[in-house]
Nanobody, 117 residues
Framework: QVQLVESGGGLVQAGDSLRLSCVAS????????MAWFRRAPGKEREFVAA????????GYADSVKDRFSISRVNAKNTVYLQMNSLKLEDTAVYYC??????????WGQGTQVTVSS
């Protein structure tokens, strides 16, 4: 069982930057692909970004491409989401997730990001 704990959310203004962190309890952290998802008020959860086990491959939703960057430090069991040029529509609860053999099976509790004008 992988336990994930996100942190780094908060209230920022449009155009600001924020970095989210997600720490995993699993000592074999490097065996999991990781991703960030978000759920905005009244909307379905959506994919934001993903990173492969080694960190060599990343992918992004079109809405955040060129503004957000996902990275990981396996020695620290941590995955990050650097968010730049934040927009009002980035307001959401952000979740990190770990992918097992079949799907994203493990989820954190989420961290709130609120972007104000």
């Amino acid at each position: 069982q992988v336990q994930l704990v996100e942190s780094g959310g908060g209230l920022v203004q449009a155009g600001d930057s924020l970095r989210l962190s997600c720490v995993a309890s699993e000592r074999n952290f490097s065996m999991y692909d990781m991703a960030w998802f978000r759920r905005a008020p009244g909307k379905e959860r959506e994919f934001v970004a993903a990173i492969s086990r080694s960190g060599g491959t990343t992918g992004y939703a079109d809405s955040v491409k060129d503004r957000f960057s996902i990275s990981r430090v396996n020695a620290k069991n941590t995955v990050y989401l650097q968010m730049n040029s934040l927009k009002l529509e980035d307001t959401a609860v952000y979740y990190c997730a770990a992918r097992d053999k079949y799907d994203y099976a493990y989820w954190g509790q989420g961290t709130q990001v609120t972007v104000s004008s």
